[in-house]
């Protein structure tokens, strides 16, 4: 198994640019986060989403977007990226949000930034 | 405000030295996680806790539900043991997101 996989690794965007960050899982978790990490601070929940077909904001939504079209899949959308959201992404799952299955899986990170 | 504090947020040891990591929170959890994050940038958990006590190989980890506190202690430190340590819980109030509060991380660097 892969576990949570994300792509791109590395991107750099002019401001104004937009882009997609990819995340995948083959563990047929229902739950699928996406985190950004800044120096300094403790990763910080973006979106999130408790099943296909539904996303919901965490703590830090503005400037992104998401889409859960398929299980596996969970994307993260900038439409139109800022200095600002210079950052190391993480995308993570879990079976639960509850219980011994609440542990979350994250993938390798996406290193974004915004000139 | 529901916050994660840890101490330290560096520490430097010498191998074979004893580690001990500090978490601490404001409010009610239902449960707190440790997890590791390599010099690559890869997470991985470590632990969940709800109450008492876990061991894993020379990692073991504590948690007071009274005094709002739990600890990682790393015995026989190794040099592989350098990463950043990060403590994260589940606030009881968290409401329907049911969303991890995370620390800022303790980084750990294990001389030879």
């Known amino acids: 198994n892969a576990g949570v996989t994300q792509t791109p690794k590395f991107r750099v965007l002019k401001t104004g640019q937009s882009m997609t960050l990819l995340c995948a899982q083959d563990?047929?978790?229902?739950?699928m986060y996406w985190y950004r990490q800044d120096p300094g601070m403790g990763l910080r929940l973006i979106h999130y989403?408790?099943?296909?077909?539904?996303?919901a904001k965490g703590e830090v939504p503005d400037g992104y977007n998401v889409s859960r079209l398929k299980k596996q899949n969970f994307l993260l959308g900038l439409e139109s990226a800022a200095p600002s959201q210079t950052s190391v992404y993480f995308c993570?799952?879990?079976?639960?949000?509850?219980?011994?299955?609440?542990?979350?899986?994250f993938g390798p990170g996406t290193r974004l930034l915004v000139l | 405000k529901n916050e994660v504090e840890q101490s330290p947020q560096n520490l430097t040891a010498q191998e074979g030295e004893f580690i001990t990591i500090n978490c601490s929170y404001s409010v009610g959890i239902s449960a707190l996680h440790w997890l590791q994050q390599h010099p690559g940038g890869g997470i991985v958990s470590l632990f969940m806790?709800?109450?008492g006590k876990k061991k894993h190989g020379r990692l073991i980890a504590t948690i007071n539900i009274q005094e709002k506190h739990s600890s990682l202690h790393i015995t026989a430190s190794h040099p592989r043991d350098s990463a950043v340590y990060i403590c994260?819980?589940?606030?009881?109030?968290?409401?329907?997101?049911?969303?991890?509060?995370f620390g800022s991380g303790t980084q750990l660097t294990v001389l030879p």
């Open positions: 806790l709800s109450s």
């Open positions: 993570a799952s879990s079976l639960r949000t509850s219980g011994p299955q609440e542990t979350q899986y």
């Open positions: 989403s408790v099943g296909e077909g539904t996303t």
């Open positions: 563990m047929n978790h229902e739950y």
């Open positions: 994260a819980v589940r606030f009881l109030l968290s409401g329907s997101a049911r969303q991890l509060t």
